[in-house]
Structure formats: C-alpha cells, structure tokens
C-alpha cells in the first residue's frame, strides 16, 4: 500500500542519499541530492548514463551553489519567470557532478509547484529535477503512476500534477540565450 510522505520525510531520505518521487510544475520528478551515489542511483533508475544531463531544482539563494556567472540577461529572466516552468541552463561553477553539466553549463530551475519548492527548501540544497519515469517511457502525472515504475520509492503526494509540456529550457551566456527545448514559457 502507497504512503504519501511530507518534506521533513522527504528531506531525510535525500540526506540519506536516497532517490524520492516529488510532483512538480508538469509531472512527478526523481529528486536527489547532488552527491555521486545519489546521482548514480537516479540514473540507473531512469536506465541512463550521464550523457544526458540532469536539471537541478533550486531555490534562488542556491543558485551562486551551483552556477559561476549569472549574466544581467539572466538575472532579468529569472526576476520574470522564476518560480516558473523556465530551465536556465547557466556557467557552471567547477566541481559540480558529471552528470549535471553539459557544453560548461548547470541547467536550474525554481518550481511554482508548492510541494517541490516545500522539499528543497526544507533539505536546504538543491535537489534533482528528472521526471520519474525510465527513459522512453510516459512520465507520471499520478504516485500510482510512480508506483507502478518504481514500487520501492518514496513518493510524496498523491498527484495528479498538470501533465503538459516540460518547462522551456534555454541556455543563457553572458547576454546570449538559446532556446535548447521548446515549453510554455516563449523566448
């Protein structure tokens, strides 16, 4: 039988290193503290390697944690759009997981969903952000949905979330920004 479980649950398994199911903005997501175990676990559950990177959510005081330069053009996108479905794909500070940086880039993001920003900011760092689904298969709008991929994983919530387009992800250097996946938000 399926459990739902709050933050402070929810942070305590991510110190653990565990992987949890957390609904976001879209679909239910696989958090995970930045730590190489942790990560390791969320790719094997996805059945991935680290060729694809893994979006990272945040709050906006994590963000100097993680990113090296935060450039006026996205400073003014982010004082716009977050907390919003917008990835911001920024420099990445050094020594920051494989797994999480692609072409010198940490793609970040703050939810406007109530329960994903509740868990990160009580864990107080940031967290994974992939959907929790293996890869090339439906992400889940429901924890019965989670379940039913992952019947060993802590889930919080119940679902459904809104489903729909995963959120814009843009790459922003200096003042030049590349839309790098097409989402709600238009750049």
């Known amino acids: 039988m399926m459990k739902s479980v709050g933050a402070d649950e929810v942070a305590l398994a991510l110190a653990r290193g565990d992987v949890v ?11 995970a503290a930045l730590r190489d175990d942790a990560i390791a676990r969320v790719l094997a559950l996805k059945g991935r390697d680290a060729a694809r990177t893994l979006s990272v959510l945040i709050t906006p005081a994590m963000l100097p944690s993680l990113v090296a330069e935060i450039s006026p053009t996205a400073q003014a996108l982010i004082a716009k759009h977050w907390p919003g479905p917008l990835t911001l794909a920024l420099p990445a500070r050094a020594g920051l997981p494989e797994a999480l940086v692609q072409e010198g880039c940490v793609a970040v993001r703050v939810s406007p969903d109530a329960t ?30 989670v379940q039913a991929y992952f019947p060993d994983l802590l889930i919080a919530g119940e679902g459904p979330t809104p489903g729909g387009a995963p959120s814009t992800l843009a790459r922003v ?15």
């Open 173 to 187: 250097v200096g003042d030049r920004v590349t839309v790098l996946r097409p989402g709600p938000i238009v750049l």
């Open 21 to 31: 199911a957390i609904p976001t903005e879209t679909y239910y997501g696989l958090a």
């Open 116 to 145: 994903a920003r509740a868990i990160v900011e009580r864990f107080g760092a940031p967290v994974t952000a992939t959907s929790a689904n293996p890869s090339g298969q439906p992400p889940c709008r429901t924890a019965a949905e």
